[in-house]
Structure formats: structure tokens, C-alpha cells
């Protein structure tokens, strides 16, 4: 669905419920549908290389490591990944041959992830097509309304993140 869509509908809510927030609505309905937009151009761009969104993620998480090696844990808490879920990225990552596990440093037990000279490759050969894309993307905002909307979006997530976690069994800020 398409936002002029949910636009339509949220309009006829408002209608119906006047007291309803109606530009707040709609503010994170299109922040929702710029992170799919974003999602989905990256998405296209490293298809072609066989990864997904998050296996870049990963990729990437790795690669700015100053010791070039990462756990896997500490990555997907990062971003917001489960222990499944990155075994399962981790796995696909090893089997392509762009990351190997190896013993961590400090604690034989636990295991990072180490790009291999291949996954270092490719991560510096997608580096500048990624920042295109971002580039491209923002190609529409003049640079000094690239800061106010990055001092918005802090401001904003800040202060989300302060705010008193939801009770779900009352639905209400705690």
C-alpha cells in the first residue's frame, strides 16, 4: 500500500475520532515508509552481490571493528538481531567465504567473526556504491537542511528512547 492510501484512511479515522492526532499519525506513518524505501533501494543494490540488508549489516559491523574481528553477540545486539537470527546470518556469511569464526582474543571460549580477504573486498568494493545510494537518496535536501534534519531525527529517536517503557497489560507509559 502506498502512503496516499493510508492517508485516505487515516484522514476518514480522523473523521471519525476528531481528537486523533492526525499529523502525529501521519508523521510516523512516513518515517515508516522511508525506512521500507530505504531498505528496499539498499536491498536492490546488494542483491546483486548475494547479500541482504542485514548480512551488510553485519559485514559492515565487522569491518569497522579496530581489532577487524567481532562476536556475534555483541553485533546482534547492536542491531537489534536475535541469537537465531544471527547464527543463521553468521552461517550464511561463513558458507560464502566473506567471514570465518575464530577464537576470541581475550576468552578462548567465546568465538568472533573476522572478515576473510574476500569479504574485505567486497565490503570496500560496495563501500562507494552504498554511499552513492545513501548520497542519491538525500540528493533532494541542501546541505544545511541535511543538518537541521539530522538534529531533528537525534532529537527525535532520543527522545524515544527516554521515554517510560509501555505496560502491556495497561497499555500505558509505567
Keep these: 500500500m502506498h502512503l496516499s492510501h493510508f492517508e485516505d484512511r487515516i484522514n476518514a479515522v480522523c473523521e471519525r475520532h476528531p481528537d486523533l492526532p492526525r499529523q502525529a499519525v501521519i508523521l510516523t ?3 515508516r515508509f522511508l525506512s521500507g524505501a530505504i531498505d528496499d533501494r539498499l536491498s536492490r543494490l546488494l542483491e546483486r552481490e548475494g547479500l541482504g540488508g542485514s548480512a551488510w549489516a553485519v559485514l559492515t559491523m565487522i569491518y569497522s571493528d579496530r581489532d577487524g574481528a567481532a562476536r ?4 546482534g545486539q547492536a542491531l537489534s538481531q536475535s541469537r537465531a537470527h544471527m547464527t543463521r546470518i553468521s552461517d550464511d556469511l561463513v558458507t560464502a567465504g566473506l567471514v570465518e569464526r575464530v ?3 581475550v576468552d578462548r571460549r567465546a568465538v568472533d567473526l573476522r ?3 574476500e569479504g574485505e573486498r567486497r565490503v570496500q568494493a560496495l563501500l562507494p556504491q ?3 545510494l545513501y548520497q542519491e537518496m538525500l540528493g533532494i535536501i541542501d546541505p544545511a537542511g541535511l543538518d537541521q534534519l539530522e538534529t ?3 532529537s527525535l529517536l532520543g527522545h524515544i528512547e527516554h521515554l517510560p517503557p509501555i505496560d502491556p497489560t495497561t497499555g500505558t507509559s509505567a
Design 130 to 132: 552504498v554511499g552513492g
Design 29 to 31: 506513518r512516513l518515517i
Design 103 to 105: 577464537a576470541n582474543a
Design 152 to 154: 531533528t531525527l537525534r
Design 115 to 117: 572478515l576473510t580477504a
Design 72 to 75: 556475534p553477540s555483541c553485533i
